[in-house]
C-alpha cells in the first residue's frame, strides 16, 4: 500500500516569490511512478508532471522544477517566479502496478499580485 | 478533441434517493476511474474499470455505492439510499492503456452531489 503526506496544508506567497511543494511518499514497491496534479478553482485536476522511480534526475520545464530524492522518498516540486495562475490546489501522487492513484490531501496554494 | 464529460454538473438530492453519476471518457481509453472529493480533502478513490476485466471495487465506501461500464465507454456511478456523507465532488478520469504504471489520467470536470 501506498501513502502520501503533504505536509503543507496552505501556502501563501506574493507574486514573483519562488515557492516548493513538499511531497514524502511511502511505497514497498521498487518500480513507481509519481506524479503532480493541479487543481485550479474551476475544479478540474491537470497532469502536470510524472517521474519514474529510476530517473532521479532533476528536471526544469519553464517555471516548474522538481526535486526526487529517493533515499528520503520525497518528490517536490517548486514554482520559480509564480503568478496569479498558479494559485491552485497541487497533489502529490504515487503510482505502482496496476493500482490507481494514491492522492496526498494536497497542499492550496494562494499567490497574491 | 473532447476531454472526459461529466453529468449532472450539480446534484442536490434528498436523504434516502438514489442518484446516478455518469462519465464519458476520452474515447479510445480503456481505463476509467471514480474518485470521490470532499470538502477540504484529497481524492478519495472509489472504483477503476480496465477494458474487459472485472472493475477493482476496492475503494467502494459501502455496499450502496456501484457503478458500471456498458461498452468500454460510458460510466454510471450509482448512490443508492444517499446519506448526508456522500456529499462531496465526484470525479471521473480515463486513461489510455491504465495498465501502464507511468499511464497519464485526464480527469473531468465533475459532478457536486449535496445530499440534503
Known amino acids: 500500500a501506498q501513502k502520501v503526506t503533504q505536509a503543507q496544508t496552505e501556502i501563501?506567497?506574493?507574486e514573483k516569490e519562488d515557492v516548493t511543494l513538499d511531497c514524502v511518499y511511502e511505497t514497498r514497491d521498487t518500480t513507481y511512478y509519481l506524479f503532480w496534479y493541479k487543481q485550479p478553482?474551476?475544479?478540474e485536476l491537470v497532469f502536470l508532471i510524472r517521474r519514474n522511480s529510476f530517473d532521479e534526475q532533476n528536471e526544469i520545464s519553464g517555471r516548474y522544477s522538481w526535486?526526487?530524492?529517493k533515499s528520503t522518498s520525497s518528490f517536490n516540486f517548486t514554482i520559480t517566479a509564480s503568478q496569479v495562475v498558479d494559485s491552485a490546489v497541487y497533489?502529490?501522487?504515487p503510482r505502482s502496478g496496476n493500482t490507481p492513484l494514491v492522492f496526498g490531501k494536497g497542499t492550496r496554494l494562494s499567490v497574491i499580485a | 478533441g473532447a476531454g472526459v464529460s461529466q453529468s449532472p454538473s450539480n446534484k442536490v438530492t434528498e436523504k434516502g434517493k438514489d442518484v446516478e453519476l455518469r462519465c464519458d471518457p476520452i474515447s479510445g481509453h480503456t481505463a476509467l476511474y471514480w474518485y470521490r472529493q470532499s470538502l477540504g480533502q484529497g481524492l478519495e478513490?472509489?472504483?477503476y474499470f480496465q477494458g474487459n476485466s472485472?472493475?477493482?471495487k476496492s475503494g467502494l465506501p459501502s455496499d450502496r455505492f456501484s457503478a458500471e461500464r456498458t461498452g468500454g465507454s460510458v460510466s454510471t456511478l450509482t448512490i443508492q439510499r444517499t446519506q448526508?456523507?456522500?456529499s462531496a465532488v465526484y470525479l471521473c478520469a480515463s486513461s489510455l492503456l491504465g495498465l501502464a504504471v507511468s499511464d497519464e489520467q485526464f480527469f473531468g470536470p465533475g459532478t457536486r452531489l449535496t445530499v440534503l
Do not use: M, T
Request: glycine content about 4%; overall charge negative.
Open chain 1, 12 to 14: 501563501s506567497v506574493v
Open chain 1, 41 to 43: 478553482p474551476s475544479g
Open chain 1, 67 to 69: 526535486n526526487f530524492q
Open chain 1, 91 to 93: 497533489f502529490c501522487a
Open chain 2, 45 to 47: 478513490f472509489l472504483i
Open chain 2, 54 to 56: 472485472a472493475p477493482d
Open chain 2, 84 to 86: 448526508q456523507e456522500d
